[in-house]
């Protein structure tokens, strides 16, 4: 598409806000789509941490022997609403088929180069917006008990280390003097640099959007139903009732994308991982850095105001309401984590993770339809992975290759 085309997103989340900003950079006129609004979705859910490190996905070897243990033991952040296992199983199987060391090694060589430079695609992206503000270099930790738990880890420490990520170990006093909100009994800690953190992804989002606004986007609040196309080129979308003209369309809704991909003639195992989190307001205990406890699988995140506590796996559809016991788990870890921790208010939500069976992003143009493109399938990564994702589809809409193999990314490689 030459400079000066016309480019509707659908979905104001990261992806689609970060690929509405580097396509006004070089010269588009842009249509952002979203039907509640920007950053009013899992963007501004997430646990605020830019995960350069999570390259590893969820599906590691041994899953499969852990995971109906896990479903039945309350203190593990994994549930499921069992009502909904006959629609989940043909996707599950998929997935679980992916818990094994060379699939893991084939996610992880995918994701490096979409979340590898996190922080620094983050800064080119905010850079002049106003949203910079929010965006902070941080440390990242993973904290465990004890260093034969952190070894239990192992597996996933030796694929970072095949990717040229770096690490320190702090142990004992080590940890103390670098962090004292910690139980003792989180004695080992693996710290890794060159992060970042979000202090509020909502309003990031938010302020990245306004910006694409003040810079000539116009912003479309409506569900879209359908990418129009004629002799095999995008026209239009549908959007209540009425067609809006562009040149080209991107997909990027999340979780929400499955039915328009359908209707571009794709079929793609995209599933609800439904997420938690946790906000606790004045704290009286504020962490020095973002850490992941490792026993728990939920991330402490330092924001504005507030820690943000994020993580849990949940199976059980769109629908269903939030379930209570992902909230009771977090607040039980948070407190045998930080002992002696209080705050004001407490504030909940849930959200919906877009996870493929192969926890690996769709990014790229639709085959056979010129002007259509896709970007969704982050799992757990997409405000980590949006600002390139964006880079990735503004560039490709450009015409410009991408300096990327897109190959792991093809939109039709699950046909």
Not at 94 to 105: E, I, T, W
Not at 111 to 119: F, Y
Not at 322 to 347: D, Q
Not at 378 to 400: C, E, M, N, S, Y
Request: hydrophobic share 40%; aromatic share 8%.
């Amino acid at each position: 598409m030459s400079a000066g085309s016309t480019v509707a997103i659908i979905g104001a989340g990261i992806v689609g806000v970060s690929t509405a900003i580097w396509l006004q950079r070089g010269g588009h006129r842009v249509i952002l789509i979203d039907r509640k609004g920007p950053g009013e979705g899992t963007s501004h859910g997430n646990g605020g941490v830019l995960a350069s490190c999570s390259i590893v996905p969820v599906t590691v070897p041994g899953l499969l022997r852990k995971a109906p243990r896990m479903l039945f033991d309350p203190n593990q952040p994994l549930f499921l609403k069992w009502g909904y296992l006959p629609k989940l199983a043909p996707w599950l199987i998929s997935y679980l088929g992916h818990a094994n060391a060379d699939a893991v090694r084939r996610r992880a060589a995918a994701m490096a180069p979409i979340i590898g430079d996190s922080l620094a695609e983050h800064q080119a992206l905010s850079k002049g917006t106003g949203a910079e503000k929010w965006l902070h270099p941080a440390d990242y930790l993973f904290l465990y008990n004890d260093r034969a738990h952190y070894e239990g880890d192992a597996f996933g420490w030796s694929v970072r280390a095949e990717h040229g990520i770096e690490w320190d170990l702090l142990e004992g006093e080590a940890f103390r003097a670098y962090d004292p909100a910690y139980s003792p009994a989180l004695g080992c800690a693996a710290r890794l640099k060159d992060h970042g953190r979000i202090a509020d992804p909502g309003r990031y989002v938010k302020d990245l959007a306004a910006h694409a606004e003040a810079e000539g986007a116009r912003l479309v609040i409506g569900e879209v139903t359908d990418i129009v196309r004629e002799k095999g080129c995008v026209t239009g979308v549908r959007v209540g009732g009425e067609t809006i003209a562009c040149d080209a369309a991107v997909l990027a809704t999340g979780v929400w994308s499955k039915p328009i991909a359908e209707k571009l003639g794709l079929k793609v195992p995209l599933e609800a991982e439904r997420g938690y989190h946790l906000e606790l307001w004045e704290p009286n205990i504020i962490p020095r850095s973002p850490v992941m406890v490792a026993s728990g699988k939920f991330v402490v995140t330092p924001m504005e105001g507030r820690l943000r506590l994020a993580g849990i796996v949940e199976f059980g559809g769109l629908d269903a309401p939030p379930s209570r016991a992902p909230f009771r788990l977090l607040e039980r870890s948070i407190r045998a984590a930080i002992p002696g921790i209080a705050w004001k208010e407490t504030v909940e939500w849930m959200g919906h993770r877009p996870s493929l069976s192969d926890s690996t992003p769709v990014i790229g143009a639709v085959p056979g339809i010129k002007g259509a493109f896709l970007g969704f399938g982050h799992d757990h990564v997409g405000l980590t992975g949006g600002p390139k994702t964006g880079r990735i589809l503004a560039q490709l809409i450009a015409g410009t290759a991408p300096n990327i193999n897109l190959a792991p990314y093809a939109p039709d490689r699950f046909q």
